[in-house]
């Protein structure tokens, strides 16, 4: 197990990869699909929650290179 990459799924990441599996299926906005009512501030509320689900996926993915992305030296 050397040879493989820190980042490959192992025990001790298996948590981040699980979030960003969960992350992608709430991605997929299956039961707001055509739907434009009711609106905020002039936009559809999925847009607002696709800003918020990109957010919190790019603070994940922050935490998830702090964490387990190591240098393999």
């Known amino acids: 197990m050397e040879n493989y990459p820190s980042w490959l799924l192992n025990k001790k990441n ?3 990869y699980l979030l960003f599996i969960v ?15 009711p609106l ?3 936009m559809p509320l999925w847009v607002y929650y696709i800003l918020i689900l990109t957010l919190i996926t790019s603070f ?10 190591r240098d393999d030296e």
């Open 40 to 42: 905020l501030l002039g």
């Open 14 to 16: 298996a948590f981040a």
């Open 60 to 69: 994940i993915f922050y935490l998830f290179i702090k964490v387990y992305w």
């Open 23 to 37: 992350l992608f299926i709430l991605s997929l906005d299956f039961w707001g699909w055509g739907q434009s009512k």
